[in-house]
């Protein structure tokens, strides 16, 4: 079974910081990995997608998330957060039907 | 391009109501989805479209959703009768094969 853990339920950072997003899965095979972001009352917008070579993965939005095998993890990274990156992230496995992490709710303060 | 439109974006209801959503997918997308999101959780897909027909419904609960998409193009989901517990946003997706999916911006359904 396939399943995405988002340790993090909340986190705050400051403008201009360095932000740091994990995210662990199991899947059974290799899988295809996802970042998403959602504002307030918004749908889902995709930042990134991991489905095979290279395993640092570069986004939208100066995002990027490195795969990592040995520790099953897709950790999504921002070397500058700006107040406008504050929204609610999802990591997300699967090929044609996605499981979703719980999601991580980030703060961005002046 | 067009996104994915939903309509409505709000709806409430009472329990035992029912209620039905719309998804217009983008434009030559065959995969349709739709997604069950609770406060405070990930996305669940309830049911996949390829095309018109279904590929996958295993976490729709059947007795009292259904969901259709004739001609492979526009879907509607409903829920008869509502419980409190469908209390929700409800995010349409579609995609081209074997891509991302694109996400519409949700109808959020509130059961009191």
């Known amino acids: 079974a396939q399943s995405v853990t988002q340790p993090d339920i909340h986190i705050t950072v400051s403008e201009g910081a360095s932000l740091e997003l994990r995210c662990n899965y199991s899947y059974g095979a290799t899988p295809y990995l996802f970042w998403y972001v959602q504002s307030p009352g918004q749908g889902l917008q995709l930042l990134l997608k991991?489905?095979?070579?290279?395993?640092l993965v570069q986004g939208i939005k100066g995002f990027e998330a490195e795969f990592k095998r040995s520790q099953s993890s897709f950790n999504l990274r921002k070397p500058s957060v700006h107040w406008s990156d504050a929204a609610e992230y999802f990591c997300a496995v699967g090929d044609y039907k996605l499981s979703f992490g719980a999601g991580t709710t980030v703060t961005v303060r002046a | 391009e067009a996104g994915v439109a939903q309509s409505p974006r709000y709806k409430i209801i009472e329990k035992r109501q029912s209620v039905a959503f719309w998804c217009n997918p983008i434009s030559g997308h065959a995969t349709l989805y739709w997604y069950q999101q609770i406060l405070g959780q990930g996305p669940k897909l309830l049911i996949q479209?390829?095309?018109?027909?279904?590929?996958?419904d295993s976490q729709l609960p059947k007795d009292r959703f259904s969901a259709e998409r004739l001609k492979g193009v526009d879907s509607t989901l409903k829920i008869q009768p509502a419980k409190l517990e469908d209390s929700a946003v409800y995010l349409c997706a579609s995609s081209l094969a074997g891509s991302s999916a694109f996400f519409g911006q949700g109808t959020r359904l509130t059961v009191v």
């Open positions: 991991y489905f095979s070579g290279d395993t």
């Open positions: 479209f390829q095309n018109n027909g279904v590929v996958d």
